[in-house]
């Protein structure tokens, strides 16, 4: 670590009222250059320590910049990982209130629910399907709190990986009724398809995200606990939406899910 506790409080609160406040801001790193990993992720607990302690809960983590496409439309090489509140939650076909967002985007996911303590490190696909209790499709909705969506990846760290609303629905499924990295997903935008893709894009497997949210946790002292909602990581590039879009997402036997933007 390389910044002071004062710093990284002040840091996080800058970050909570931006998004609280639907208000962009320039990456954190222009005036901390010297912020490290560390600084990114204490930033980042900082700013949940503060939402729990006015009422949140937890709902569970999210994977981010997880498959090819997103690490090439961002520009970077390593997944991050962030946390999902209840506040984040949209309900299946119900209405994302765009004003309360800076510039909203869309990404098409597979969400896990676990039914058991998942502990790194070491963690592996076989622990993660063992643990699962059940898929369903799942959209994120992303809004960096960066000016244009220009940031480097420790100053999206401390921003909770852009994490905003989700919307998760269609058919619970059992993983061992399927291959996720051969599942179809379609995000259609106003009824026009906008991005495909296959559960693989996501590094090779979406359980392997779980994995690596576990063993990333581990290095931190926590786990992933049983009753947890994860979004395993877009499988396409984001999409960019605004007020009066509908967005769906469609999983190959799993159903579809969708929300529309007010
Ligand atoms: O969930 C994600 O893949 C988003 C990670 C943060 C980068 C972005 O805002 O696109
Ligand atoms: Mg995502």
Known sequence: MT?????IAELARHLDACASQARDTVKITD???EMDW??????QDHMRRQQLQRGARLVGYKAGLTSHAKMRQMGVETPVFGYLLDSFVVADGGTCETAELIHPKVEPEIAFVTKA??????CHIAAVLAATDFVIPGIE??????????????SVIADNTSAARFVIGGQPMAVRSLDLRTVGVVLEKNGEPMAFGAGAAVLGHPAAAIAALANHLAARGESIPAGSLILSGGITEAVAV???DCV????QGMGATGMRFV
């Not at 910044?3 to 710093?7: E, I, M, N």
Request: hydrophobic share 35%.
């Open 3 to 7: 910044l002071p506790a004062q710093t």
């Open 31 to 33: 005036a901390h250059p």
């Open 38 to 43: 560390d600084d990114a992720y204490a930033i």
């Open 117 to 122: 303590e998942l502990k790194g490190p070491g």
């Open 141 to 154: 909705v992303i809004d960096s709190r960066y000016r244009d969506f220009k940031f480097d990846l420790k």
């Open 242 to 244: 605004q007020a009066g």
């Open 248 to 251: 769906s997402l469609r999983v």
